[in-house]
């Protein structure tokens, strides 16, 4: 058994060469990329969708496309400043909500807290009811609102519509922040205690960015959530791709296209979103263990 044994060993260590094992290992890796789109799956997903796509564009009325296509195209401008201006002032807002769940006192951490569970337990719809029929109508009330700089813009509708999805997205991505600060290493920020950095400078060098990587997946589902609360705002009289499709639904009379065109629109933004996040996934360097 021990010759068999030391007879085998050889046998199981000879190989191929070292340039023919890393061609094979190449091939090996670039044959599933090569072949994907050729999967059996795929080739039927692909023909279903070509099918659909021929379907909707030979029995479905599209003639009235032209005549909105410039109101659509400002839709799609609003939903997108409506999507990048909430999401960056949310961000701005939930990291120090995160912050100070996690290393605040609690006469800062509560408040907090309870901003999230509140933000967070509630419907979008009522906050963004609540703020404009709500808190909008109390405005008029006072001479001196009224009368200030304030005025032309707080007799609108955008700015409720930019606050409510803004306090829904810091509540919700202060929660995703409060877990990505606790989860970074305490070994690296001791680490740059040591070498001497101040507060502000570990926080904005070392805490924040790696907290940042750490939630930047869920941030780019969050981010995928605002883009589809986006048109709750058309409730309230703001114009964006959603109150558009629904004005051309009244005046036409047509159910399926515009419904078809706005998801097909919302798809596309998704994709884009998706896309970016990835891309500064990958370029965010990282160290493997």
Known sequence: MKGERGA????ARV????EE??????ALTSLPRGRALLEPHRIALMAVAAGIVFCAAWFMRWDWLP????AIASGVGVTLLMLVSTSLLGFFFAVPIALVQVTGPWWLSLPAQGFCTVIRGTPLLLQLWLLYYGLGSLFPQFPEIRQSFLWPYLREAWPYGVAALTLSFAAYEGEVMRGAFAGVPRGELEAARAYGMSRWKL???IWLPRAVHRALPTLNGETVLQLKATPLVATITVIDVYAVISKIRQVTYLTYEPLLLL????LILTALLVAAFR???KRIPTRSA
């Open 8 to 11: 085998s060993a050889p046998e």
């Open 15 to 18: 190989t191929l060469p070292p």
């Open 21 to 26: 094992s890393t061609l094979d290992a190449t």
């Open 67 to 70: 005549q909105y296509a410039g």
């Open 203 to 205: 926080f904005w060098r």
């Open 263 to 266: 998801a097909l629109i919302y």
């Open 279 to 281: 891309y500064f996934e």
